[in-house]
């Protein structure tokens, strides 16, 4: 099994080379990540700049590919000109934070495992919870990852299929309360901002907003990952909002047929 | 009727003067937009930069706020600082170049629109296909918008709801085919790369893709739009793929109690 391996907060995280020391285990791994820190960068992709690519060693024996461009653009690249095939599997991570409810929407993390689903591959996202009174165990963490990873391959994920996989913070001698399959909650941030002022007198805005895990409904990512659960969220990427459409596929729509002249 | 104007290619576009041109004829238009060009940065958000704000004037009684940020930090910060109170409808274009089938996923423009829709506002994403063989007109292109915005506005668009409209290419002298509500097409780009080495030796790619419209099937708005109709796709922002919910909710799974004991 060939594993394509990328993340967002850059090859340099402890995330992703503690993913790596646990994917080994399944299969051969290639690593095409981000050069730099990539974190909330959605889908973004680069098309009007060069990609450059290094080859680095992060640690013994954890060689790979570093790309100075997005995640989504890690794995377009790596499909299209860096692997010496199509990989069997396609892991994001693990990402330092969760990436529940809202945040599924905004994260690098995900957006590469998404991107490689409409492409036509399996792939898996897999962040961890960081709490302040939890220390972060990244190398626990890659073994749950791992044991999820294995069970949801092995289970018949197929080409274009994404599954979003969240691990909450363990306190040392805890463990996860269980695995729960939950929908993505879809509330927004409640955004808060500093205001400030440059010693030069222009207005700037620093984004202070708390992720209130409270504000949730039972059935949610949020709310499992919150309880101690390892979240699993199947994703898609269609947009269109199909309960909608007949409404709006039933209107006249008046367009004056000149609009230079019609004003 | 406040109207927040926002988009993706930045406050010195000239799509969004000519949207905001026609805007004012329906209501009162703030403008906050990137300061500088934003394409293809998807949903992603600043957390941990400072977002730089200033006043400009880009052409005669056209003022705004320019944030160093992405469409939907500017979105967000609108909402929470910039404007006297709560916009009545977001508007986030237009967009130089189509924002149908897969590219709604890379779209900066179509984030601003959704980011508005999940603080719970109507908004509007707007785009104009450009086309080699016909002549860019924006000025025209916003005519067709209004008049949309118009009419989506008046027919009842609620708060949370975000609608994605696509303007065709027009010859002089022609006119859309019609209007079109149509869904998302979910095909991938066809990813091209070329291949380069720096004088340094560094490998680097430029990404060539190929949009290929002619790559999809016959309800989706990229057809639509081929075709040279106005394109109407309400959009939603919830990534669950729900049909797969109860798969992979039936499934037991095994997680080792004690991972770091475990091997």
């Known amino acids: 099994m060939l594993i394509l391996l990328t993340n967002d907060d850059g090859i340099h995280a402890p995330g992703i080379e503690a993913m790596w020391r ?21 889908h973004g992709i680069t098309i009007e700049q060069p990609l450059l690519t290094s080859k680095v060693t992060v640690a013994e024996g954890f060689t790979g590919i570093a790309v100075d ?3 989504a653009d890690c794995v377009k690249l790596a499909i299209n000109q860096l692997l010496p095939r199509q990989p069997d599997l396609v892991v994001s991570g693990i990402n330092a934070g969760a990436n529940v409810g809202i945040n599924v929407i905004y ?8 991107e490689a689903a409409f492409l036509g591959l399996p792939s898996i996202a897999v962040s961890l919870f960081l709490r302040n009174e939890v220390p972060t165990d990244f190398a626990g963490a890659a073994i749950y990852a791992r044991q999820m990873i294995d069970q949801i391959q092995s289970q018949g994920l197929k080409g274009g299929q994404c599954i979003n996989v969240n691990l909450p913070a363990i306190p040392t001698g805890g463990k996860p309360a269980g695995v729960r399959t939950a929908r993505q909650c879809t509330r927004p941030w409640v955004d808060t901002y500093d205001k400030r ?5 222009r207005e700037y805005f620093w984004n202070s907003s708390v992720y209130a895990l409270r504000e949730t409904e039972e059935d949610t990512d949020v709310a499992a990952l919150r309880d101690g659960y390892i ?11 199909h309960k909608e459409m007949a409404q ?12 230079t002249h019609a004003e």
């Open 22 to 42: 646990e994917l080994v285990k399944l299969g051969e791994v290639v690593v095409v990540a981000p050069e730099t820190v990539q974190s909330a960068t959605g």
């Open 69 to 71: 461009g997005r995640p």
């Open 197 to 201: 002022v440059t010693p030069r007198g």
């Open 248 to 259: 709006w596929a039933g209107r006249e729509w008046k367009v004056a047929a000149d609009p």
């Open 107 to 114: 994260s690098g993390t995900v957006a590469a495992a998404i």
């Open 231 to 241: 979240t699993v969220t199947p994703l898609q990427f269609d947009l269109t909002e």
